[in-house]
Every structure is written in structure tokens, then in C-alpha cells.
């Protein structure tokens, strides 16, 4: 062997570091855990050779990393569909944007906005933590804000106004909500959890202890943001507000864990299909994108979710501030992303969304937050297949779950579909 | 010390994270800790993926000390060393975390 590892350019290179790192890594398994028994006389992991560096590894581990999955786009990134250079509405149509600014907007950044917070504090009823609205409210008011440019640049390659596109884009994404239909994808033996023991779904600030390594600081944060849930009076948990703008800095206090745990939010997700499909298909087979969370397809009753239940047309994860959850039963068109690639910008978002079955838009899958306990009772019908990933030993351990529940409460509606 | 770390389990499912990515869960760079799901009833190994969006879709338990060894022999007897090499030790130290300059 004559690799060089301490220069370590070549992309060739990279994988063979990966390679060696990943061979070291099952010698050291395989050295304590031979054929599936404990070495017992290795108390420790045998080291590393002297020829290769674990830093010069991470280091090359993370520029390959960047180059397979590079960070969304921030707005102000935004690639145009164009083949011109990006251009701006004042080159294109400064008419049609005067003719904008005389429009009255209210106390909001579009009438669009506007019109959608008429009624707001009446209208909307909306289950969970007491600041959830205003917390949603301030959400949406900043994400259109920052995203601004995105939606001017959407518009522009449409060659309609900015008002016009957010209201199309608004009106698309309420006709999608309106169609679908939510669902929860569990596991089978969660499945039977929550149908003959717990009576609702639980989440991992329940089922863990509250100790090391399984943090919920992240997850505490992020619910924070999104939904104001336990949101303390002390200023220094704001994110921004920290030195550094790290949270790793701050101490989260240790009630924001611990408090309301059982009224966390649980998530799942909206799709159109009737079983609940949600891929690049838009049907089962192939399985779900979700599947590997769940592979049993829970449909939630529509109207008890429409109280109770918030929705983004992707993962939330690290999307909080920039793309906020917004009620299902009048979701917003800040909910949508629009920061993927330019192959799903404005035009393409307009004219071919049509199904959330059908992930056309860039995101995997949708998501929905359940807000103050997703119970056995929210549940309409249980959809399972083989289609979908389910083992035939799977499939039988939902129906006895299924027979079981239907026994002790023969009065439920919930029905068992195989597909 | 790179090595193939049990995190967390859910009935016969298990998550495993490098534990040199361990420092980072729960804090601001959780979002980049990756995992690989391995169902050992079914003898299945899912591609890498957040380490967080398996933990805020279900109610995933930690795994005790003394249950890791458990879990880590149970793997090994499980999946034959090209398995555990090209869809678990591969993956993982491809994504590994560049430790922060600061």
C-alpha cells in the first residue's frame, strides 16, 4: 500500500480514506463482537494505525458531504430559471410596480396577507399550547418578509405581479389542503401501543429519560420557534439573541424540557391518495417516502384535524423560521418552500402542482405537527400493505392489533383497510 | 474514536450514530448527526438519514449502557461483515462531522 493519507486532495483519495475508515471501524466491531459474542478480553477498541488521520478524515468526509448535499439555498441565493442573468421588477415592469405600491397592504408585507389574517383571532381555531397562534402569526409575517425576493424573482418569471403570484401560489396550496387527507406513518408495534395501552400517541420526550445522549434541546428549540411551545419569559432562549448565535451556548432551562411533555407535537403527514401515498409516484407500490418512519398508513378524521393540526408542504427539520408550519384548516403560502432549485421555481410551482401525493416540488414528503394529543379516538381508518413495505408477519400483528381494540370498544368506527 | 454507537430503540428497531457524532445530539449541530436504522427482527438496514427525523416522528427509547453490547452482538450475529461494512460503517464515516473551528 502506498496511499499518502497526510496529503489528501484527489477525490480518489476521499474514498479511499472513507473506505479505510469504514474497514477500521468493523475490525473494531468485528475484534468485539466476533460471530454475534462479546470479546470479553478487549476492553477497548483497538487504535488506529499511525498512517491514517481521523482529522484529515472529517475534514475530507465533510467536503464530500457538501458536495453530495449542499445546504438549501438562502432566498437572497436564489437561482433564476432563466438563462439571463437574474433580473429584478424594476427592469422588468416598473409599471406594474407602481401600480403595486398603490395597492393598499395593509398592516401586512402583501394583500394576500392581509386578507389572511382578517378573522384571524376569531376564526381559527387551533388546539395546543396557549401561544401557538400569535407565535404562528409572527411567523409568518417574518417568513414572508425574509423570502421576499424569492417570491419578486417567482413572479418575474411568470411575468406577473408579485401579488398576483403569492396569490395564486395561496390559492394552489389551499385547494391541496382541501383534498388531502392526514396521516400518521407508525410502526406496527407502536401501532398496537397506542390502540390497547396508551389510548394516543406519545413522543420521544416521553418515552426517554431525561439524560444523556438522547437530548431533546434540538427538538425543544425547534417546537419553540415554530409553535411558541413552552416558551420562556427569558430572552436569553432566543437563538439570535445569544453572542454567538448558538444555542449550544445558552442553558435551556430545565422546564422547557419537562413541562407538558404529553402535549407535544406529534408529527405525521397530508397526502391525497386515499391510502395515503406519498412518493414521487403518487401511489402504493412504490412505498412510501414516510415508510421508513412508519409503514403503516394511520388516517386521521378530517375534522378533528383541521383543530388540531398545523402543516408545511416539507420536513420542518432546520426549515423553522424560513418556511413555518401554518394551520391546516387555513394554511399560508409560507408554508410552501420555494428555496430548492430552480427546476422548481415559481412557473413550474404554479402550473404543475396538483397532488400531495405526488411529490413534484422538491421536498420527500409533507409534514403535519398534531397539536395537544393525537388520540386512538382522532383515528378514521388503518391502512396497511405489502406494497408498502409491510412484512406478512407485520401485517398480521395489525390486524390482531386491530381485532383486539375492536373487542374491547365494539362501539369504533375505525376501519381496518387492506389494500 | 470512530465506532458504530447504538443510540436509540424502538421495539426491534435500533438507530446507530459514529460515536464521535455523539457530542453533537441535542445541540445546535444535531441537525447534522446522521443515523442508520437497522431492524433486527427483519434483518434490514435503511440508508442514512437525519438522526432527527426518526426522533421527532416516533417515540424512540434510549438505549442503556448496558444494553449497547447486547445490541452490538445481536447486529454482528445478524449481518455478515459486507452488510455491516458497505451499509452501516461506509455511510457513517462518509458523513462524519467536521468538529468546529471555534
Known amino acids: ?419 | 474514536m470512530n465506532e458504530i454507537y447504538p443510540v436509540a430503540k424502538l421495539g426491534y428497531l435500533v438507530l446507530v450514530i459514529n460515536k464521535d457524532d455523539l457530542p453533537f445530539i441535542g445541540k445546535e449541530r444535531a441537525l447534522e448527526v446522521k443515523c442508520i436504522k437497522v431492524d433486527l427482527k427483519h434483518k434490514i438496514i435503511d440508508p442514512i438519514i437525519e438522526l432527527e427525523k426518526h426522533l421527532k416522528f416516533n417515540p424512540w427509547e434510549e438505549i442503556a449502557d448496558e444494553e449497547r453490547d447486547i445490541i452490538l452482538q445481536e447486529l454482528g450475529s445478524k449481518f455478515s461483515d459486507e452488510e455491516i461494512f458497505g451499509k452501516i460503517m461506509e455511510p457513517l464515516a462518509e458523513s462524519l462531522i467536521k468538529p468546529s473551528q471555534s
Open chain 1, 1 to 419: 500500500m502506498f496511499e499518502k493519507f497526510t496529503e489528501v486532495k484527489p477525490i480518489e483519495s476521499k474514498e479511499i480514506i472513507v473506505k479505510r475508515l469504514a474497514r477500521e471501524m468493523l475490525e473494531r466491531f468485528r475484534a468485539r463482537f466476533k460471530g454475534g459474542e462479546k470479546n470479553e478480553h478487549i476492553k477497548e477498541s483497538v487504535s488506529l494505525p499511525e498512517s491514517i488521520s481521523t482529522k484529515e478524515i472529517k475534514v475530507v468526509a465533510e467536503e464530500e458531504k457538501q458536495k453530495i448535499a449542499p445546504e438549501p439555498k438562502q432566498p437572497e441565493e436564489f437561482e433564476t430559471t432563466g438563462l439571463s442573468e437574474p433580473r429584478t421588477t424594476e427592469e422588468a415592469k416598473p409599471a406594474e410596480k407602481e401600480q403595486e405600491k398603490k395597492i393598499n397592504k395593509g398592516a401586512f408585507e402583501s394583500t394576500v396577507t392581509n386578507s389572511y389574517f382578517e378573522g384571524w383571532d376569531e376564526s381559527i381555531e387551533l388546539e395546543g399550547n396557549p401561544e401557538i397562534k400569535e407565535q404562528i402569526k409572527q411567523n409568518i409575517v417574518q417568513a414572508e418578509k425574509t423570502n421576499e425576493q424569492t417570491y419578486v424573482n417567482d413572479a418575474y418569471d411568470l411575468g406577473i405581479s408579485v401579488e398576483e403570484f403569492k396569490s395564486r401560489l395561496q390559492a394552489k396550496i389551499e385547494n391541496m389542503i382541501e383534498r388531502a387527507s392526514f396521516f400518521s406513518a407508525t410502526q406496527p408495534f407502536v401501532l398496537e401501543k397506542i390502540m390497547n395501552v396508551e389510548n394516543r400517541w406519545k413522543s420521544q420526550f416521553e418515552t426517554n429519560a431525561s439524560k444523556t445522549p438522547l437530548c431533546q434541546e434540538a427538538r425543544a428549540i425547534s417546537e419553540m420557534k415554530m409553535f411558541g411551545f413552552n416558551k420562556t419569559s427569558n430572552s436569553s432562549m432566543s437563538i439570535m439573541s445569544t453572542p454567538t448565535g448558538r444555542y449550544s451556548d445558552i442553558e435551556i432551562p430545565k422546564e422547557v424540557l419537562e413541562n407538558n411533555k404529553e402535549k407535544r407535537p406529534i408529527y405525521g403527514y397530508f397526502s391525497d391518495e386515499k391510502h395515503g401515498a406519498i412518493n414521487g409516484d403518487g401511489k402504493i407500490p412504490p412505498p412510501t417516502s414516510v415508510s421508513g418512519f412508519g409503514a403503516v398508513n394511520v388516517k386521521i378524521k378530517k375534522e378533528r384535524a383541521l383543530k388540531k393540526t398545523t402543516i408545511t408542504f416539507h420536513d420542518s427539520l432546520g426549515q423553522e423560521n424560513n418556511w413555518p408550519p401554518t394551520p391546516a384548516a387555513k394554511p399560508h403560502f409560507t408554508s410552501f418552500p420555494l428555496s430548492y432549485s430552480a427546476s422548481f421555481s415559481g412557473g413550474k410551482i404554479i402550473n404543475e402542482l396538483e397532488s400531495t401525493s405526488r411529490m413534484n416540488w422538491g421536498a420527500k414528503y409533507t409534514e403535519v405537527q398534531y397539536h395537544n394529543n393525537l388520540t386512538v379516538d382522532d383515528i378514521e381508518s388503518i391502512h396497511i400493505s405489502a406494497n408498502n413495505g409491510l412484512s406478512a408477519e407485520e401485517i398480521e400483528e395489525v390486524r390482531r392489533t386491530f381485532k383486539m381494540y375492536k373487542e374491547q370498544h365494539p362501539e369504533s368506527t375505525i376501519q381496518l383497510v387492506e389494500f
